[in-house]
């Protein structure tokens, strides 16, 4: 059974810092990109951030360049988002999504795999 695991959220100041973690099974993790994917209350989806199967690239959308940092441990099948700085407008539910190809899309049916998501709220 595939399943990615996401973790790591909660509630957080502005300025403050997260990381997210995904934890993948159920298939082969090194052969897949891996993105992040938000969706804030009342909105649609927004795509975030994306990190090849080797993860010698990353692309980020303009709304997290320079704040957020994606990252992947291929031995222990895990995916990071190391945010900071974060403002208010980054207050969400994550998403992280698995593709053979290298997707930049904010569509679930876009990706082979999308995990559960976790609440990151930030708030003072």
């Known amino acids: 059974e595939v399943q990615l695991m996401e973790s790591g959220g909660g509630l957080v100041q502005p300025g403050g810092s997260l990381r997210l973690s995904c934890a993948a099974s159920?298939?082969?993790?090194?052969?897949?990109?891996m993105s992040w994917v938000r969706q804030a209350p009342g909105k649609g989806p927004e795509w975030v951030s994306t990190?090849?199967?080797?993860?010698?690239?990353?692309t980020y959308a303009a709304s997290v360049k320079g704040r957020f940092a994606i990252s992947r441990d291929n031995a222990k099948n895990t995916l990071y988002l190391q945010m900071s700085s974060l403002k208010p407008e980054d207050t969400a539910v994550y998403y992280c999504?698995?593709?053979?190809?290298?997707?930049?899309?904010?569509?679930?049916?876009?990706?082979?795999?999308w995990g559960q998501g976790t609440q990151v709220t930030v708030s003072s």
């Open positions: 999504a698995a593709s053979r190809g290298y997707q930049q899309s904010h569509r679930q049916y876009d990706y082979d795999y």
């Open positions: 159920g298939f082969t993790f090194s052969r897949y990109g």
């Open positions: 990190i090849t199967s080797t993860g010698i690239t990353t």
